[in-house]
């Protein structure tokens, strides 16, 4: 019998659908013996497994009848409450009313772009800026618009310049998305100043504001910051956060904070995708936000990134030819390098794999095409040992490409 061709029952906006690089480089990764610096996975050891052992079964043991049941689409009222509380810690004033739980943040990128974007809606992104979120808000077919970073995040001057014209021309900016602490790829930070003006840009032009916000609990220096949500006074802000890396990304729980009005739209939104996030994970998370685990453990985690950090900044300062440049992270899991014009790291990709380290090519993460001759650099998950290694490797093989050119 030969083998059928079922394309022609895909839907029109499957076309859209890209399959996330990051995702199929971990693929590779499981079957070779490959040093990843590809993906964001926190340090395995970085998980506090007795203490969530522990949690699970005092869980179910106390609350059984209910963790093991259904429960409502915006999330259980204990955890809700237990986020409150734990974003109040950092000047987040969310009542529980205010806060969806979903199913990883992931999902609220995907709950924010089903209920907010339309086909031709303008998005505002970073250049460059993250992965995931290109790729979930682009099914729903926005025009994107990309500003550029610098040391202190996105370049907001050059963003009211946009919007002038944009708005010359009788258009308005739907929303604007930024990760703006310890920002995903490049790991700068937002100056105060400038989310201040991105907060008055918003209310004069009339756009709402996507603060995804995975990785502030991982700031390596005393920078200033506030939160955008901490600085919203009109509910113009939507916070979302996840405990995939100060906890677990295996319990796979992440949130949304917003004004009841979106909040409504968001769950109606949920409810048609997986009814409610699993109510076992969410109790978990309840009951290690009571105990205080996570504030327990982020210390010896930061340091751990810290320390990983320095390894890959002096390894990349002794194996990365001349010409190269990277971030120097205040926070976060990444390093994002610049190698010299005419490098192409996505075709270099290959090579790498050849010998046997792997990143992920920096293009992706620009909506307007450009960075062709970047990477994202995970320093979080490989050991000491493999980063320094990992990164003498792909030194050579920069080198090696640079001779051909």
């Known amino acids: 019998m030969s083998k059928q061709d079922f394309t022609r029952f ?30 964001g996975l926190p340090d395995p050891h970085s998980f506090p497994r007795e203490e969530l052992a522990e949690i699970a079964s005092y869980v179910i043991r106390e609350y059984g009848e209910m963790a093991l049941q259904y429960s409502a689409t915006q ?8 986020l409150s509380k734990f974003m109040a810690k950092f000047m987040i004033n969310a009542l529980p009313d205010n806060i969806l739980v979903t199913t990883g943040s992931q999902q609220a990128l995907d709950i924010i772009a089903r209920t907010l974007i339309d086909p031709g809606d303008i998005v505002v992104v970073e250049l460059p800026t993250y ?4 790729n979930v ?53 937002m100056s105060i100043d400038r989310r201040k003006y991105l907060l008055e840009l918003a209310e004069k032009y009339d756009f709402l504001v996507v603060e ?9 220096e005393p920078i200033p910051f506030k939160h955008l949500k901490a600085m919203d006074s009109s509910g113009r802000v939507i916070y979302i956060s996840t405990v995939s890396k100060i906890l677990s990304p295996g319990l796979r729980i992440g ?36 105990r205080d685990i ?67 090519p920096g293009q992706s993460f620009f909506v307007d095409g450009s960075g062709k001759n970047t990477m994202r650099l995970n320093f979080s998950y490989p050991s000491p040992e493999k980063i320094e290694e990992g990164i003498r490797r792909l030194g050579q093989v920069i080198k090696e490409e640079l001779a051909l050119k």
């Open 212 to 220: 995804d916000d995975p990785y502030s609990h991982f700031l390596f």
């Open 131 to 134: 992965l995931a979120a290109i």
């Open 137 to 189: 808000f682009k099914l729903y077919e926005p025009n994107f618009i990309g500003i550029p970073l610098d040391d202190e995040g996105m370049r907001v001057d050059i963003l009211e310049d946009k919007l002038k014209e944009i708005y010359s021309s009788g258009k308005k900016v739907k929303l604007v998305y930024t990760v703006p602490t310890a920002q995903n790829p490049s790991g700068v930070t």
């Open 10 to 39: 895909y839907a029109k906006r499957t076309r859209l659908m890209r399959a996330s690089e990051i995702r199929e480089l971990l693929k590779v990764v499981e079957s070779r013996d490959v040093i990843s610096l590809a993906g």
């Open 75 to 82: 999330g259980t009222r204990v955890l809700r409450e237990a």
């Open 294 to 360: 996570i504030d327990r453990h982020l210390p010896r985690i930061k340091e751990i990134y810290r320390m990983k950090k320095n390894i890959m900044l002096e390894a990349l300062e002794e194996y990365f030819p001349e010409n190269s440049r990277w971030t120097r992270p205040a926070g976060g899991l990444f390093i994002f390098a610049y190698l010299p014009e005419g490098i192409d790291t996505k075709a270099m990709l290959p090579k790498a794999l050849e010998r046997g380290v792997i990143y992920v």
């Open 255 to 290: 949130w949304i904070v917003a004004n009841q009005q979106l909040v409504s739209i968001f769950e109606r939104a949920k409810q048609s995708m997986d009814l409610h996030t699993p109510t076992l994970n969410q109790f978990i998370v309840a009951e290690a936000l009571r």
